[in-house]
T-cell receptor, first 115, second 113 residues
Framework: GAGVSQTPSNKVTEKGKYVELRCDPI?????LYWYRQSLGQGPEFLIY????????DSGLPNDRFFAVRPEGSVSTLKIQRTERGDSAVYLC?????????????FGPGTRLTVL | AQSVTQLDSQVPVFEEAPVELRCNYS??????LFWYVQYPNQGLQLLLK??????LVKGINGFEAEFNKSQTSFHLRKPSVHISDTAEYFC???????????FGTGTSLTVIP
């Protein structure tokens, strides 16, 4: 079956611009997570959705970052006024149930480069 | 606060030799523990996880890990590695009562023919 997909695979933007990153989770998965992975680092938690609501957004670094999941499936991570420090691979994962006991299935990521 | 430490950033090992990738965590509450693997040009996938019960956990591709509460460790082992095990390995922890997931910085395993 289809796994988690993320679009675009690569995004190059200029400092100060707005970007949207999309995640399509596995069908039927109620939980969805966003992570950011900088070069040489492990994934860093950003936000966790259970259904349509953000159950935990404590990992979002500042108010330039926002994520939505309006219908409980596809999610969009939005970054305003991008900065060079936002350059990273943004990962999305989904799982069937609630909480972190369930296996997370990761997408291939979106590589964001801010010039 | 929770944190995960992977002590070795790179581990080279000869094919068919045993390997141990080390992971230590710190947490003031009970945790779940995970190992994920990222093969070249692929997404992260779960190798194994410890939730409760037996402290020795077996995963895919012949890997196993042992939860040691007193040493706050969850080291990953394989008795005989193959070329195809070359990948980045990430240890991760989550609180039993929480939502967040904390990853270590990763260990790059290179299997030498």
């Amino acid at each position: 079956g289809a796994g988690v997909s993320q679009t675009p695979s690569n995004k190059v933007t200029e400092k100060g611009k707005y970007v949207e990153l999309r995640c399509d989770p596995i069908s039927g998965h109620t939980a969805l997570y966003w992570y950011r992975q900088s070069l040489g680092q492990g994934p860093e938690f950003l936000i966790y959705f259970q259904g349509t609501g953000a159950a935990d957004d404590s990992g979002l670094p500042n108010d330039r970052f926002f994520a939505v999941r309006p219908e409980g499936s596809v999610s969009t991570l939005k970054i305003q006024r991008t900065e060079r420090g936002d350059s990273a691979v943004y990962l999305c994962a989904s799982s069937q149930g609630q909480g972190y006991t369930d296996t997370q299935y990761f997408g291939p990521g979106t590589r964001l480069t801010v010039l | 606060a929770q944190s995960v430490t992977q002590l070795d950033s790179q581990v080279p090992v000869f094919e068919e030799a045993p390997v141990e990738l080390r992971c230590n965590y710190s947490s003031s509450v009970s945790v779940y523990l995970f190992w994920y693997v990222q093969y070249p040009n692929q997404g992260l996938q779960l190798l194994l996880k410890y939730l409760s019960g037996s402290t020795l956990v077996k995963g895919i591709n012949g890997f196993e890990a042992e939860f040691n509460k007193s040493q706050t460790s969850f080291h990953l082992r394989k008795p005989s590695v193959h070329i195809s095990d070359t990948a980045e390995y990430f240890c991760a922890v989550s609180m039993v009562t929480g939502n967040q997931f904390y990853f270590g910085t990763g260990t790059s395993l290179t299997v030498i023919p």
